[in-house]
């Protein structure tokens, strides 16, 4: 069975960086696409980027697109999103997903998710 655990929240003032880890176990993931999603109170899950856990190759929503960098270290089977320059926009609780195949920006689209990790952003 597929696990995610995110970990690296916390609250970080306007301007700081983040790196958030999703700890993936449950099998191997090669073939898998790992996604990174986010939602704040009251809106609905929102893409940030992905992965796949071949090339790799990565993909970026236009709202985090040259702040955030997504990796993954395979011997460890961890997906980090690293976070610059955050704003209080980027206030959410972020979540790590994954499917099989070909990452896409839509929420249904995964099977496996995390719990979440909380982010705050202070200005």
């Known amino acids: 069975q597929v696990q995610l655990v995110e970990s690296g929240g916390g609250l970080v003032q306007a301007g700081d960086s983040l790196r958030l880890s999703c700890a993936a176990s449950?099998?191997?993931?090669?073939?898998?696409?790992m996604g990174w999603f986010r939602q704040a109170p009251g809106k609905e899950r929102e893409f940030v980027g992905a992965?796949?856990?071949?090339?790799?190759?990565?993909f970026y929503s236009d709202s985090v697109k040259g702040r955030c960098t997504i990796s993954r270290d395979s011997a460890k089977n961890m997906v980090y999103l690293q976070m610059n320059s955050l704003t209080p926009e980027d206030t959410a609780v972020y979540y790590c997903?994954?499917?099989?195949?070909?990452?896409?920006?839509?929420?249904?689209?995964?099977?496996?998710w995390g719990q979440g990790t909380q982010v705050t952003v202070s200005s």
């Open positions: 449950g099998r191997t993931f090669s073939g898998y696409a």
């Open positions: 992965i796949t856990w071949s090339g790799p190759m990565t």
């Open positions: 997903a994954a499917r099989v195949g070909t990452a896409y920006d839509t929420p249904t689209q995964y099977d496996y």
